[in-house]
Nanobody, 120 residues
């Protein structure tokens, strides 16, 4: 069972940037697709982005396309989410998970999450 630990969240002004990291345990990280979801207060967890095992294929939610970039470094067992041009509506707890797709059901082994707060 892979364990995931997210980091890099914080408070940022609208228009700013943050880079989230998700460190995975285990020797088989490079075998798996990975993704990011987020959950705002009072809302359901929603898909943000995912990346295949090699980093050659990615998918994004329409709401973040062109602003966020998902990437991975298999040598470091880490997946990243670069977030630019942040908006107050990006405020949420961000979670990484193992899997591929746009549904929570496509993912497993969630991390504990990292809070991102964007002030206006």
């Amino acid at each position: 069972q892979v364990q995931l630990v997210e980091s890099g969240g914080g408070l940022v002004q609208a228009g700013g940037s943050l880079r989230l990291s998700c460190a995975a345990s285990g020797r088989t990280f490079s075998n798996y697709a990975m993704g990011w979801f987020r959950q705002a207060p009072g809302k359901e967890r929603e898909f943000v982005a995912c990346i295949n095992w090699s980093g050659t294929n990615t998918r994004y939610a329409d709401s973040v396309k062109g602003r966020f970039t998902i990437s991975r470094d298999n040598a470091k067992n880490t997946v990243y989410l670069q977030m630019n041009s942040l908006k107050p509506e990006d405020t949420a707890v961000y979670y990484c998970g193992r899997g591929w797709g746009t549904s929570e059901a496509d993912f497993s082994s969630w991390g504990q999450g990292t809070q991102v707060t964007v002030s206006s």
